[in-house]
């Protein structure tokens, strides 16, 4: 059964280690993602993006799938099913489609108006259980159109958001979606430790896992981020793998074009990279 991210990650942030949020965008991903947190015993997140959730032919289509995987794959480790950077209507229909946890990105309204809204989700989530995600300052970069100019978050705002009653508060401090480029100053550690001090046991995110040296992840670890969100990664592996298939002529070989074949090496390749994160992160064992 999916659960809502709070339990894992208030245990999370007591234990000083982080879940994982793996993003999803097909049944290859979504099986590697919940066979590595079974075999590590390991609490995950999965993430779907509004635009993964529509190529997945929509929400009732995405927690149709986990559930039936959670049910055949014989999953006991704590599974959340979140919807990344929510737009408000997106919250709501990921919510009513039985996703277990939302975010509600309103980085890009004016802070009352993102405050409004982000009462309003958390009051009609509490009702079912559903934890809620939110954002201060923005994360760089872009994820499937989601853009953001990677503001650093004003430690005031994300109290002023934490109280509000979210169950994780994601905020920027120099991190980017997708591959950091050569000049990368890194992350932000004295806004950091300023929201942990201010925001005390909230459970904080870090998004743009992809390409953060591990000692940046330990000491963002150890200042109170809890949950970490890694996408570009699993796609960079899943393709290099398919890439080597391919160009060993193995799919010309045999019946080596059959798709359980061919996305194989992409699949097991996922679920290497789901491994090391979890390792790193300090998830495993934790469920
Ligand atoms: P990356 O694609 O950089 O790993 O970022 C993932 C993320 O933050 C999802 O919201």
Redesign the pocket.
Known sequence: MLVSAKEMLTKAKQGKYAVG?F?INNLEWTKAILQTAQENNSPVIL?V?EGAGKYMCGYNTVVGMVNGMLETLKITVPVALHL??GSYEGAYAAMDAGFSSVMFDGSHYPIDENIEKTKQIIKDASAKGVSVEAEVGA?G?E?DGVVGGGEVADPQECKMIADLGVTMLAAGIGN???KYPENWKGLNFDVLAKIQELTGEMPLVL?????IPEDMIKKAISLGVSKI?????CQLSFAAATRAYIEACKDLSGKGFDPRKLLNPGFEAIKKTVKEKMELFGSIGKA
């Open positions: 949020q993003n993430g993006s990344d950077h994360i970069g994820e980017i979606h997708g998004h743009g896992g992809t390409g969100n890694v996408n570009t990664e």
